[in-house]
């Protein structure tokens, strides 16, 4: 009987052609859609899964709250705390076995990594991801080496483990155990740091995406830990890790957590006029707790795997409806079936049975394919989204187990609704030749192409909307010259020492316009802050104020606007690194006005030293982070020695690649041995905003996707009822009807059907899009032009979908059409 089934579900394939070559292409492009988007959303949802201790690892966040509970408290949660922490806990509580604390440095972007093998020229390069973590790191995360012993790889001051990539780039494929390495910024100090260890790179599915780890006891944050007054609310830049003992439980920890604040902080955070609170989130979960913003990497948000998913199913959906709409409308070539085989003793059940299966064998032809186009498709995937999926994915059980339920479902939701129709069917009826299509049969049909567009119109709506936004973002003035800035890192001793002779060297070619030094510059983490308060008041009432230290030229070379007041200028000798530019959103913080602000004094304690500062201008508000957040309040200071992270050089030039060649050989000339290292100002900000701009990409991809197997459907809907209608267009064009009369009669009935799709569609893509858009302090109204271009273009589309079939049937021969009756 099965194989009975499947020799009339082939010769059925094989003798409607056109239909089935519709619905296997539109099922194998959904389901390649929604296998991309799963193996994209899986890769999400894997993040440290693999760490051996997973269950037990947790991250010890913060709650920062200021104004201790007041009407004008302000909060903040964040994933970095004070140094103190990590070992006060493990002293305090028996359920914590271990723990470990990671440091990102916050002074240098990028490291310089020096080889010095005795007759080889000199080995240089700058490199980014190394952090700096605690010896009993490893003990807590899974890391897979090649060479060395994790438990004792950081037990030394001036050791090094690096990644594989990072090895075979310093040491080929020879072993890089026990080999030198010279370190340059504030990581290294110059030292030299011996490779104690060498691991796989995990960092594909880590939130830790490090290319090499140094021990905490070096570089500047070695000294700053050992010679520095340590409190528990100041210099929160620790990434702090506990993995507790087995059966711990988290809850009854977290209950303890209120007690050790009052036994260990209470005397800091009441000097400093804050509070906190602690609690813990599973390493597991830290990819997608967007509530921190960042955990060493960048989260992500649960809200934009939730719009791929849906993306997934409903590109899925839309191919299944296709099959259905085919399916039904094709019943009438099928009644007879039925009907003979209803007059030979087939039930009902078989009859389901088979049309059910020849959806499944259908749908199962189009897995195969859709695995192909997968295999085909990753490494563009890949590039679209950022990640390193890799095609043995495919391979996994589970993976593997998953599509094969994809198929499955995918066949019997196809199927279904043709099934129990076509199973209806009364055979006295249809032998008598009295067998229609019902009035519920088009209704369906016509409901479903509704929900169709729906989903396309929607999802047009939504690609416009993300771009306008991305384009919004892109061009909104930021309060400053952000085009034709170079920023050069200074990532040595030696290249700081270098700072003043290289920028004079720079300003000697005319199409230079200004450089100066700065710690941080706008795009980029700026991680020092101030808690700065009133002279009248005591630092209860401190205000967290944003602050860089630069040189002189710094704030002019940017182009800030001045409100009132002065920038920094060698003309005052008086302008120490006492003084203070501020912007507006300062004296809103501290409700100064603008004309009282000049001369204005705030304070700042450090370490039982009250320090005085003095404003001596005000600049026009600007964006120094991404547009996520809204304007903080900001101050600049002047540097009181030349000793900076990057110099910034702004340009004006049509021939970048000129200037920059200048800049390199003048940097040759005085660092021979340190690579030049550059990056545009502009770009660095638009990197704030990756995830937007990979969803945009991924959304208006998809988008396309979904019309196209729409049109499919369409065109096969526009194609059937062209061949149901033949007789009547004969004998309309016999009466004179135009080629123009016979497209509009077949094309209004399908128009009519996207026309009410765009009227629903545009009231749910106008609310979703208004929540996406909350994510960001500074977004745009949804114009209404939006809705009219997406309503027009699915219009337009739809009608030449159907008008090809229409004009077709138009065309043929009036004297054939009649003749074929």
Partial sequence: MLTNYLKIAVRNLLRSKSFSAINIFGLSVGMTCCMLLLLYIRSELSYDKHQQHASRLYLMAQETIIGRGNKGAESDKNSTASAPYAFALKSEFPEIEQVARLWINIIDDKALLQVREGGKAVKSFYETKGYQVDSTFFDLFSY??????????????????????????????????????????????????????????????????????????????????????????????????????????????????????????????????????????????????DELGSVVTPTNSTTYLYILASIALFTLLIACINFMNLSTARSAKRAAEVGVRKVMGAERGSLIGQFLGESIVLSFLALAIALGLVVMLLPVFNQLTAKALQASELFDPRIAMAFLGLALLTGLLAGSY??????LFN???????????????????R????????????????????QEQMRFLRNKSLGFTQDQQIAVPLSSKEAHGIYTTFRSEILQNNQIVGAAGTQYYPGINNATDFLLYKPEQSALNGQSVKTNRVDYDYLQTMGFKLVTGRMFSRQFPGDTNNRLVVNEATLRKFQIPVNKAI?????????????HFEIVGVLKDFHYENLHQTIEPFTFLLNSQPDYNYIIVHVNTD???????????????????????????????????????????????????????????????????????????????????????????????????????????????????????????????????????????????????????????????????????
């Fill in 144 to 289: 897979q080496f090649t060479e060395g012993n994790p438990r004792t790889a950081l037990a030394d001051r001036n050791s090094i483990v690096l990644s594989e990539e990072i090895a075979h780039k310093l040491f080929g494929t020879t072993s890089a155990l026990n080999k030198l390495i010279r370190i340059g910024g504030t990581s290294g100090n110059s030292e030299d740091f011996k490779v104690t260890g060498v691991y796989r790179d995990e960092s594909a599915r880590s939130h830790i995406d490090a290319r090499f780890f140094l021990p905490m006891s070096a570089g500047w944050v070695g000294g700053f830990l050992r010679e520095s007054k340590l409190d528990f609310c100041c210099n929160n830049m620790f990434v702090t890790y506990l993995k507790l003992k087995p059966g711990s439980s988290v809850d009854q920890l977290q209950q303890k957590f209120p007690a050790f604040m009052n036994k260990y902080a209470s005397n800091d955070l009441k000097n400093v006029g804050f509070d906190k609170k602690l609690f813990l989130v599973p390493v597991p979960d830290l990819h997608l707790f």
């Fill in 418 to 423: 043709p099934a129990f129709y076509l199973s």
């Fill in 427 to 445: 055979p006295a009826q249809v032998l008598k030749g009295k067998f229609v299509n019902n009035l519920s049969a088009v209704a369906l049909r």
């Fill in 447 to 466: 409901g479903l192409v509704v929900f169709q567009f729906v989903i396309s119109v929607g999802l047009v709506l939504a690609t416009f909307v993300i």
């Fill in 599 to 611: 001369g204005q004094k705030l304070n700042f304690d450090w370490q039982g030293t009250t320090l």
């Fill in 655 to 821: 021939n970048m690649a000129n200037v920059l060649n200048f800049m390199e050989q003048k940097w040759k000339a005085l660092r021979p041995d340190e690579p030049f290292s550059y990056t545009f100002l502009n770009e660095d900000f638009q990197k704030n905003y990756e995830a937007e701009a990979r969803t945009s990409r991924i959304v208006s991809y998809f988008t396309a996707i979904s019309i196209l197997i729409s049109c499919l459907g369409l065109f096969g809907l526009a194609a059937f009822a062209a061949q149901q209608r033949t007789k009547e267009i004969g004998v309309r064009k016999v009466l004179g009807a135009s080629v123009m009369n016979i497209v509009l009669l077949l094309s209004k009935d399908f128009l009519r059907l996207v026309v009410i799709a765009i009227l629903i569609a545009s009231p749910i893509a106008w609310w979703a899009m208004n929540k996406w858009l909350q994510n960001f302090a500074y977004k745009i109204t949804i114009p209404w032009w939006i809705f009219v271009v997406a309503g027009l273009l699915a219009t337009a589309i739809a009608f030449i979908t159907v008008s090809f079939q229409s004009i077709r049937a138009a065309l043929m021969n009036p004297v054939k059409s009649l003749r074929s009756e």
